[in-house]
C-alpha cells in the first residue's frame, strides 16, 4: 500500500472514531486522533502476519495499546483492516457489543491484551516480548502509550526489565501529545527530557518531529534494528488531530462530540 493510500485508510479511520463517539455518546477521540498514523502504519504496513482469517497465528507480530482509552482509534483501524465490520460501531461502548470502552481481547477480534489501567498495557508488551525470546517465537511486539500515562510508575518499572533482557523485539511507541484528562502535561506534572529519560532506561531512541505525518511514522518503525535493545518511537503529535475545532483542544480528551460538531468533523475529514 503506497502513501497515499495510507492517508486515505487514516482519513476513515478518523471519521470512524468521530462516528462511533457520536453514536454512543462518550469516549475519547483526542487522543484517538493523534494516534491514528502510528495505528494504520502497524496494521496495514509494518506488522507481520496479521490476518484477520488467522489472527491466532502464533508468529504473528503483536500489538497492545497501553493507551486503552483511545480504543476509537484502534477499533476504526481494525474495521479498516477486516476484523469485523462497521455495523459495529452502532453497538461502541453498549453491554454486549464486542466494542467496549477499553480493548476487551475476549470480545474484539485482533485485539492481543486487554487493557485501560494506565501504565499495564507496556507491561504486558514486555511480558509479551520476554516470552517470544525465551520460546524463540520470531515476532516482534509494538505498544502505543500516552504522555500521562507515563507518569505511572509501572511504565518504568516495565521500561527498565525490557532493557534488562535485551528485548530488541519491543518496539515503544510514545504519543506526545502534550495533554492529559486534567491539562496539559506540564501543568498536571512535567515530564521533562522524555528522549533522555528513555536512553537512560537503555532504549534505542527515535525522534519524530510530526508523528501524524506517515512518512515520518514509516521511516521510524522501518529504521534498522539496534541489536540487544528495545526501541522507544517519540511521537510528537497533536490532540484532536485532524478535526480543526478538536486538535490542541484538552476538553475533547474524553467528550463525544454532538451532532452538529459530528456534522462539521465528517464534512472536515471528508474534504
Known amino acids: 500500500m503506497d502513501i497515499l493510500e495510507l492517508k486515505d485508510v487514516c482519513r476513515r479511520v478518523r471519521r470512524d472514531i468521530i462516528t462511533m463517539t457520536n ?15 502510528a495505528l494504520v502504519a ?15 497465528n502464533p508468529n504473528r507480530d ?5 493507551k486503552g482509552h483511545a480504543a476509537p482509534g484502534l477499533y476504526g483501524t481494525l474495521c479498516e483492516r477486516g476484523f469485523f465490520g462497521p455495523e459495529e460501531f452502532d453497538h461502541f461502548r453498549q453491554l454486549h457489543g464486542i466494542l467496549q470502552g477499553h480493548p476487551d481481547v475476549k470480545k474484539c477480534p485482533g485485539v492481543d491484551a486487554s487493557t485501560g489501567s494506565l501504565g499495564q498495557g507496556i507491561s504486558i508488551a514486555v511480558g509479551m516480548a520476554l516470552g517470544a525470546k525465551k520460546t524463540g517465537n520470531p515476532c516482534h511486539v509494538y505498544t502505543i502509550i500516552g504522555d500521562g500515562e507515563s507518569q505511572e510508575g509501572l511504565v518504568w518499572e516495565a521500561s527498565m526489565a525490557a532493557a534488562h533482557y535485551s528485548l530488541d523485539n519491543l ?7 502534550g495533554m492529559q484528562i486534567d491539562g496539559t502535561n506540564d501543568e498536571v506534572m512535567s515530564l521533562g527530557d522524555v528522549g533522555a529519560k528513555w536512553r537512560a532506561f537503555g532504549y534505542d531512541v527515535i525522534e519524530v518531529a510530526d508523528g501524524n505525518d506517515m512518512e515520518q511514522v514509516l521511516a521510524a518503525l522501518h529504521a534498522p534494528a539496534c541489536p540487544g535493545k528495545p526501541r522507544l518511537i517519540h511521537l510528537h503529535t497533536t490532540k484532536g488531530k485532524g478535526v480543526s475545532f478538536m486538535e490542541g483542544q484538552v476538553g475533547w480528551h474524553g467528550k463525544a462530540p454532538n451532532a452538529a460538531e459530528t456534522e462539521v468533523a465528517l464534512k472536515e475529514l471528508e474534504a
Not at 23 to 37: I, Q, R
Not at 62 to 66: I, K, N, T, Y
Open 23 to 37: 453514536k454512543a455518546g462518550a469516549g475519547h477521540p483526542g487522543g484517538s486522533l493523534s494516534a491514528t498514523e
Open 42 to 56: 502497524l496494521y496495514f504496513d509494518v506488522m507481520k502476519g496479521v490476518d484477520p482469517k488467522d489472527d491466532k
Open 171 to 177: 518496539t515503544v511507541i510514545f504519543d506526545h501529545n
Open 62 to 66: 503483536r500489538f497492545v495499546l497501553s
